[in-house]
């Protein structure tokens, strides 16, 4: 049962062979028993998650079911839920339980889904393998050496070991693609702007953009339609009709022009990533698409760009971390400022601290021109050179990261090395276009290998249907390691 | 770019964070790593570009001067390390 589509579970409980508080019981169960190995969730509460599922169960006697009302969703412990711990993966958030809920919470709240636990991250975001949480990392589920990636990784463990229908994520440069990759699940990041940052606790503003982490690519559909909207309470919240994601899910790929840029297929890309990501292109070229080479020219660039404009965002985003009104407070200080100095040295972990000083530094008097601007301006040309590639080609496709799963501990004393992992994915937050991965076969010690697929601003139904059609094919989606 | 010991004080006090001699000369080591990364922008000219802010190009959207939020002070300093009165305490400021 644990590997049942999101319809399917919606359908056995229209047709009341199972209730949703059997439902969420069962997954309750299952987390009880994996967790302690995968450290996949920070917080389960099975009092809040039971009570959601019993109202669940009542809004489907009552005939108001939606798509997803009773099914467990797992949330990603960055956004704020009302009277849930809420940590983002900090000490510094250690003893935060939220007063109110974040705009995606809430939409997951009307559609009567299950919120089946908070899922573990890395510390604010900020990191590539889920080791930087100060709750310790998570496990790979396809091989427990191996890292599942971050900074949503405990979403992407809880989605492929099946402790969750479903899972949020977050992605500021790769956070929901590169942990899916990893793990061998589907998740998008959308187009920014179309998911609320309300209550998204916030790293680099301009680039976070909330998305569904899942078990396939109409799964992924039935998310989006939930999770988008206009919130007005988010100051770059787009104002757009509502759109059906799974629209588009059947259309046949004949005529499809799929964008391959020289610059991902040159050196980086490991030879088992990229034997995967041939014989991917292959099934498309049966599908009836046609691959055609692109140039990004300015790609290379995107990894240097984001290590300016994220930091710089996050010291001015985290700086409201001075253990006055919430959070962490250092339990012996001076003066006001030796209280701010001692609870943020305490609260914020090695990676928070190091990104917050390249921040400071980059948006310091002397050197804003010559980083900051300067990489505002790269940013641009990196949008100009996608936005010229979609003059020839409908979609971009590519490897998601450059080697399968690294080790537990392989990367996590060198930050260059680790920063690297996000080389195609931060693009994508860079220009704000919508960008996901789906599984695509195995590499080296049997690790997923993720295909991921770039598309045009609002192109998330056609990105979704060029992924459905790929799973209608081939099997790969629904292999598990459980 | 080279940075020193002194530099990495000197940020970290601008960003609120103690830092000790130890700890000041092992981030040196990494931010100096991570700026030599960084360095490799400026292989570009940009000159004649214009910085790109945000990803949409949208204007801020203004609303009403109205109420919308209601009291939930209580709700709020429940959570805060130290409230006395309906406010929230820091160490004395002003002699």
């Not at chain 1, 939409?107 to 080791?131: L, P, Y």
């Not at chain 1, 990501?277 to 240097?304: C, F």
């Not at chain 1, 590519?398 to 930050?415: H, I, R, Y």
């Not at chain 1, 060029?466 to 209608?472: E, F, I, K, M, S």
């Amino acid at each position: 049962m644990f590997n049942a589509s999101l319809k399917q579970f919606s359908l056995q409980l229209a047709e009341k062979k199972i209730s949703s508080t059997e439902l969420t019981t069962e997954f309750l169960k299952r987390i009880k028993a994996l967790n302690p190995e995968y450290n996949a969730f920070i917080t389960v509460n099975e009092e809040l998650s039971l009570a959601q599922a019993r109202a669940a169960d009542q809004m489907i006697a009552a005939g108001q079911a939606g798509p997803l009302t009773g099914i467990p969703i797992a949330q990603k412990d960055i956004f704020c839920t009302k009277g849930w711990l809420t940590t983002c993966g900090s000490k510094m958030l250690s003893n935060f339980v939220s007063p109110y809920d974040a705009g995606v919470i809430e939409r997951f709240n009307q559609a009567g889904a299950v919120n089946i636990g908070k899922t573990n991250m890395d510390e604010f975001a900020m990191g590539s393998s889920n080791e930087t949480s100060f709750y310790g990392p998570v496990k790979n589920p396809w091989d427990h050496a191996a890292v599942p990636g971050g900074s949503s990784g405990g979403a992407a463990c809880a989605v492929a070991a099946r402790l969750s229908p479903a899972a949020t994520g977050t992605d500021t440069g790769g956070s929901i693609r590169q942990p899916a990759a990893l793990c061998g699940i589907s998740g998008i990041k959308p187009t920014y702007g179309l998911v609320s940052r309300y209550g998204m606790i916030a790293f680099a503003s301009s680039l976070d953009q909330g998305g569904p982490m899942a078990k396939s690519a109409e799964d992924l559909a039935l998310l989006l339609n939930i999770m988008t909207g206009f919130d007005p309470r988010d100051s770059t919240s787009l104002q757009r009709n509502a759109e059906d994601y799974a629209r588009d899910l059947q259309k046949p790929l004949a005529g499809l022009r799929i964008g391959l840029p020289k610059e991902y297929f040159a050196e980086g890309m490991s030879k088992d990533v990229e034997n995967a990501i041939e014989k991917a292109l292959d099934e498309y070229r049966k599908l009836g698409a046609q691959t055609i080479e692109v140039s990004l020219p300015n790609a290379p660039l995107a990894i240097p760009v984001y290590y300016v404009l994220a930091p710089a965002e996050a010291s001015s985003n985290l700086s409201r971390f001075d253990g006055v009104r919430y959070g962490h407070r250092a339990k012996s200080y001076g003066d006001l400022a030796d209280m701010y100095r001692k609870s943020r040295a305490e609260g914020f972990g090695a990676e928070v601290k190091r990104r917050i000083l390249i921040g400071t530094y980059v948006l310091s008097h002397g050197y804003y021109d010559a980083y900051y601007i300067k990489a505002q301006k790269l940013r641009r040309l990196i949008a100009q050179d996608f936005t010229e590639a979609y003059k020839q080609c409908d979609i971009i496709m590519g490897p998601t990261t450059p080697t399968v799963a690294f080790n537990l501990g392989e990367k996590s004393g060198d930050p260059i090395q680790m920063y690297l992992s996000d080389i195609y994915t931060s693009a994508a937050n860079l220009t704000g276009m919508p960008a996901m991965s789906i599984p695509v076969g195995f590499g080296d010690k049997n690790r997923p290998v993720g295909l991921h697929i770039i598309g045009n601003y609002f192109s998330e139904a056609q990105m979704l249907n060029v992924a459905h059609q790929y799973q209608l094919a081939t099997g790969w989606h629904l292999q598990s390691p459980v | 770019m080279t940075l020193s010991v002194s530099d990495v004080k000197r940020i970290a006090d601008l960003a609120y964070i103690e830092i000790d001699e130890d700890e000041a000369k092992e981030t040196l080591i990494q931010l100096s790593g991570i700026f030599n990364l960084i360095e490799t922008m400026q292989a570009v000219d940009t000159s004649a570009v214009e910085p790109m802010s945000h990803a949409q190009s949208v204007t801020q959207r203004l609303r009403e001067d109205a109420v919308t939020e209601t009291d939930q002070r209580e709700l709020y300093q429940s959570i805060a390390p130290q409230v006395e009165a309906g406010l929230y305490l820091v160490p004395q400021v002003i002699e």
